[in-house]
C-alpha cells in the first residue's frame, strides 16, 4: 500500500469498532490502515480524537461500499454491549 496516498472512509471512536470494519475490509481483499489507534490504546477514551480508517485511493470508493453495505451498527452495539435495539 501506498501511504503517501491513503483516503480515510471512515472515522469511528472505538478501537473495537476500528477493528471490524478493518477485518471486514480486508477480508474483502482490501488492505487497511488505522491511524489514531496507539492513542486509544494508551488512553482508551472514546472522548479522543476518532481513529480513521485509511485505504489507498484506488480502493476507496469500493470500500465505502462494503462499509455501507456490510455492516449494521446495532447488531455490533448488541453484540459489544449485550443491549438489544432502541435499548440504552
Not at 469511528?12 to 487497511?32: D, H, K, P
Not at 492513542?39 to 455501507?68: F, N, S
Request: contains cysteine; glycine residues 6%; negative net charge.
Amino acid at each position: 500500500m501506498d501511504h503517501s496516498v491513503l483516503i480515510t472512509v471512515k472515522r469511528v471512536n472505538s478501537q473495537s469498532e476500528a477493528e471490524i470494519f478493518r477485518t471486514l475490509l480486508e477480508e474483502n481483499g482490501i488492505r487497511t490502515a488505522l491511524l489514531g489507534e496507539i492513542v486509544h490504546d494508551i488512553l482508551p477514551l472514546e472522548t479522543l480524537a476518532p481513529i480513521k480508517i485509511k485505504v489507498a485511493a484506488e480502493d476507496a470508493q469500493r470500500a465505502r461500499e462494503i462499509l455501507e453495505s456490510g455492516f449494521d451498527e446495532c447488531d455490533f452495539r448488541e453484540q459489544t454491549t449485550g443491549k438489544g435495539r432502541g435499548e440504552e
